[in-house]
Nanobody, 119 residues
Framework: QVQLHESGPGLVKPSQTLSLTCTVS??????????WSWIRQPPGKGLEWMGA???????YYSPSLKSRTSISPDTSKNQFTLKLSSVTPGDTAVYYC???????????WGQGTQVTVSS
């Protein structure tokens, strides 16, 4: 069974860059048709898809976040990393890494990690 685990700081100051890493176990990031994604949920709001990286290394981003978002892999460590620059308090959310299959089913989720943007 694939397991995903998010790691990174729980508190980030405004204007800084948030960096979160997702570690994959029990599966391979190189499997065709899988997409490794980041989703977040601000308090009191719905889920927001941020972006994804495919097994090929191709990346896809939400139009609202693409100017500030970067997702990169480290296949030797079975990890992929989210970087979100110029953060504001509006970026406070629970952040999840998720595997989406080629049929767009998100079958594996990390437990989520709370990130607070505050001075």
């Amino acid at each position: 069974q694939v397991q995903l685990h998010e790691s990174g700081p729980g508190l980030v100051k405004p204007s800084q860059t948030l960096s979160l890493t997702c570690t994959v176990s029990g599966g391979s990031m190189t499997t065709y048709f899988d997409y490794w994604s980041w989703i977040r949920q601000p308090p009191g709001k719905g889920l927001e898809w941020m972006g994804a990286i495919a097994s090929s290394g191709s990346t896809y981003y939400s139009p609202s976040l693409k100017s500030r978002t970067s997702i990169s892999p480290d296949t030797s460590k079975n990890q992929f990393t989210l970087k979100l620059s110029s953060v504001t308090p509006g970026d406070t959310a629970v952040y999840y890494c998720v595997r989406f299959r080629g049929d767009f089913v998100g079958d594996y989720w990390g437990q989520g990690t709370q990130v607070t943007v505050s001075s």
